[in-house]
């Protein structure tokens, strides 16, 4: 590998936000053309700051659910302990602390470093204003590809998202086999609300990256129950996960000062297949949601 790739990726001239916003074939274009500039400049530039970049691990995690999760994968039939740090908050919605507060510092620091880095990134479609709006999996043309990142993004997947995510909705077995994901930064006069939608996911995580002292109002998640037609408001707090099915309908309100900073994963089966909605809630053993798929990874984003 050359060691002016990193400079080269740097130097590339971005495609304008105009043609990011109505996916002109330029944009694709650009993304396929320096594919492998772009993994390679991540690669160096993650070796060129070894000693200045923080170490993304499970210490970031929180504390309880850290130990609940390692303890279920150690024995399965101890899962509850995970399930008692779990909040439903509306139907088919659950809240819990993801990240450790305190931590968040050490994980923003990392992605400040990232976005600081000059390295073209191509933010999610319509998502496009702000520059802290990326793509993070490697099935997405301009995704984050430093490799500590992710390494980090996997573990978030393989170790806690997807057994949660069966252990509270068993259908979506075999239905989580692929990933995908994306930050996106909320700000008054930016991209700044989402109106109502649903996701092309079976299940979704949401979770917050704000510091405890980056306080922000408005930007609630509105989420609409079918049945009953009501909505449910719900507001984030620094390193709270949201987790859900991806057909239940929600929105984000506008943000009307501050900021806020997520990262939102999604699991969905090969080839973007999703469970049948209203389908029947097949039972699996504790063993069977304790384990990782050993499919291989497809190449199919859905944005």
Do not use: C
């Not at 405890?212 to 989420?223: I, N, R, T, V």
């Amino acid at each position: 590998m050359s060691l002016n790739q990193l400079q080269y990726a740097r130097d590339l001239d971005l495609p304008s936000r105009e043609a990011m916003l109505q996916r002109a074939p330029s944009v694709q274009q650009f993304w396929d053309n320096n594919t492998d500039v772009l993994s390679n400049a991540w690669k160096e530039w993650e070796d060129n700051n070894t000693d200045n970049l923080f170490t993304l691990d499970s210490s970031l995690i929180d504390k309880n659910l850290r130990e609940a999760v390692m303890q279920a994968w150690e024995n399965p039939s101890k899962e509850l302990a995970v399930k008692d740090l779990l909040k439903e908050v509306a139907p088919d919605v659950f809240q819990f602390q993801f990240f450790d507060p305190e931590r968040l510092a050490d994980l923003r620091g990392y992605l400040e470093s990232v976005w600081d880095a000059q390295i073209p990134l191509r933010p999610p479609y319509g998502i496009v204003l702000n520059r802290r709006g990326a793509m993070l999996d490697k099935r997405s043309e301009g995704y984050l590809g430093a490799p500590s990142f992710q390494a980090f993004y996997r573990e978030i997947l393989d170790t806690y998202m997807r057994p949660i995510s069966r252990l509270l909705f068993p259908e979506v077995m075999g239905y989580d086999t692929q990933t995908f994901g994306f930050s996106i930064h909320y700000q008054p006069n930016t991209d700044n609300s989402i109106r109502p939608h649903t996701d092309a996911s079976a299940v979704t995580m949401n979770i917050n990256m704000n510091l405890p002292d980056e306080a922000f109002s408005g930007s609630e998640l509105d989420f609409f129950n079918p049945t009953t037609h009501q909505t449910k408001r719900l507001s984030f707090k620094p390193g709270i996960a949201m987790l859900h099915r991806g057909n239940v309908a929600h929105a984000a309100q506008p943000i009307t000062s501050g900021e806020r900073t997520n990262m939102v994963l999604w699991l969905f089966g090969d080839h973007g297949r999703l469970p049948q909605q209203g389908g029947e809630r097949v039972a699996i053993s504790a063993q069977e949601r304790w384990t990782i798929p050993t499919d291989p990874q497809d190449d199919y984003a859905p944005f």
